[in-house]
């Protein structure tokens, strides 16, 4: 025996195949309708028009807003003529409802549109002017140390760490770049 509900006068049986297929039909027009996550970093200076580059990747100039999809750490560099270039590694840090598992069912099923914007400030600072005699005495300094061959050791602000990527297994016996300079 199937249980009815009583409605005004009619029976509507609960498994009826049209009922089954209007209920679906419901739940999932309201489902696609709804969850939207929006991430957004803006990224402002003072003074306005700095260049901005998150991840070695040009995004405009100051006051400039970008999409982003994943939390985590972005090096992120303001130039600007006449101003020392600023580069900071930020930390997009995950909200609790960004959180796994939570991520899921806020990115897809929350009722309404999620924005998750942030804010980063530059305060860039003038740069700092040389004077003409002494770039020219230090030039010429370089200049006969090369011509002698005793170039000195480049500051440590100069100095490029190499980064190396791990060797494919295929490759794993032969002998690496590296070893010839050792």
Not at 16 to 38: D, R
Request: hydrophobic share 40%; net charge negative.
């Amino acid at each position: 025996m199937t249980s009815s509900i009583y409605c005004q006068g009619h029976h509507w049986r609960l498994y009826q195949p049209a009922y089954i297929g209007l209920v679906a039909t419901m739940l999932v027009l309201t489902l696609s309708q709804s969850g939207c996550m929006q991430r957004r970093m803006l990224v402002r200076s003072n003074p306005e028009g700095a260049l901005i580059t998150v991840d070695q990747q040009p995004i405009g100039h100051t006051p400039v807003a970008v999409p982003f999809t994943y939390y985590g750490t972005r090096e992120i560099r303001a130039e600007m003529d006449g101003y020392e270039t600023q580069k900071v590694k930020h930390r997009l840090a995950a909200p609790w409802y960004q959180i796994p598992p939570l991520d899921f069912l806020t990115d897809n099923f929350w009722p309404q549109e999620i924005n998750d914007d942030r804010l980063i400030d530059f305060q860039l600072t003038p740069a700092a002017i040389v004077d003409e005699n002494y770039l020219i005495d230090r030039a010429n300094q370089l200049r006969g140390d090369v011509g002698r061959g005793t170039v000195p050791m480049p500051l440590a602000h100069e100095i490029v760490e190499p980064t190396i990527d791990a060797r494919p297994a295929s490759t794993a016996n032969l002998p690496s770049v590296l070893d010839r300079f050792r």
